[in-house]
Nanobody, 115 residues
Framework: VQLVESGGGLVQPGGSLRLSCVAS????????TRWYRQAPGKERELVAY????????NYAGSMKGRFTISRDNVKKTVYLQMNSLKPEDTAVYYC?????????WGQGTQVTVSS
């Protein structure tokens, strides 16, 4: 199982970024996927969830209306579109999937929101 995130970077407040997570080594279309983030000195927190076929999506409260999770099962990729970014969104963002009670993580991609 491999998850590889990309798309992070430095963006000004109010800006946008789209993160991608490419999966390999398992049947991607059979499993739900999540985005988490971890800011310095804080615990990792759930950002968004998408079911295996993409029909169900959930977001953490502060991300609702600003972030959109989506997936392309042909490309084996999950996306996180982030709009209206705030300095408090600064964190390392991780892709996650869960199989047989085991969690699998990517290496993370850094998002920094600063002027």
């Amino acid at each position: 199982v491999q998850l590889v995130e990309s798309g992070g970077g430095l963006v000004q407040p109010g800006g946008s970024l789209r993160l991608s997570c490419v999966a390999s080594g398992f049947t991607f279309s059979s499993y739900a996927t999540r985005w988490y983030r971890q800011a310095p000195g804080k615990e990792r927190e759930l950002v968004a969830y998408i079911s295996n076929a993409g029909a169900m999506k959930n977001y953490a409260g502060s991300m609702k209306g600003r972030f959109t999770i989506s997936r392309d099962n042909v490309k084996k990729t999950v996306y996180l579109q982030m709009n209206s970014l705030k300095p408090e969104d600064t964190a390392v963002y991780y892709c996650n999937t869960r199989m047989s009670r085991n969690d699998y993580w990517g290496q993370g991609t850094q998002v920094t929101v600063s002027s």
